[in-house]
């Protein structure tokens, strides 16, 4: 691989990507932000992203949760109190797993991945996310607000989906870790 000055980033002095070295965290940036310009995508992908997008490109759909705030006296009420959740640990708590979700939301927004709450994983067990801190703060902050008079919110239920790799998705990883 030549350098020639449009592939060479102007920051910190480097000269651009060896062939043989690993690429400097300014040239993988530069080249990624380089690369999805020629794609008309209006960003980059951080490295949190990319890291996710790998995860999802290795296998099929990967479960995703949301929480959401029902009532006993009420059938058709319902509020998504938090969504996109992904948990990955049972020590997972409300600031994790919110951070998790902002990505995810982000890669959505974007149109590298899809969520899909009516089609869960087959054979997806909850039971980490049931476990998870983040879940039983949010029981524990529905039945203390289903205490309150007048207030309707007084059921914590967890629905599973699904999250799946768009093409748009797959390129933008593989522009990501070619730069």
Known sequence: MQNTESDRCDQNGCSGPVPGNPLCESCRLYLTKKSVEKRNLPFPLTDEEAELLGKLSSGGATPVSRFV????????????????????????????????????????????????????????????????????????????????????????RLDSGSITLTDDGAQAMLDYYRG
Do not use: H
Request: aromatic share 6%; no cysteine.
């Open 69 to 156: 705030m029902g009532s006993s006296r009420e059938d058709d009420l319902e509020s998504v109190a938090l969504a996109p959740v992904v948990v990955r640990g049972p020590e997972d708590d409300v600031e994790t797993v919110k951070k998790l979700g902002e990505i995810i939301t982000s890669l959505e927004d974007r149109g590298l991945i899809a969520l899909d709450y009516e089609s869960p994983v087959p054979g997806f067990d909850d039971q980490m996310v049931r476990e998870s801190a983040a879940f039983a703060t949010f029981e524990e902050a529905v039945e203390e607000g289903g205490k309150r008079p007048g207030f309707l919110f007084d059921t914590a």
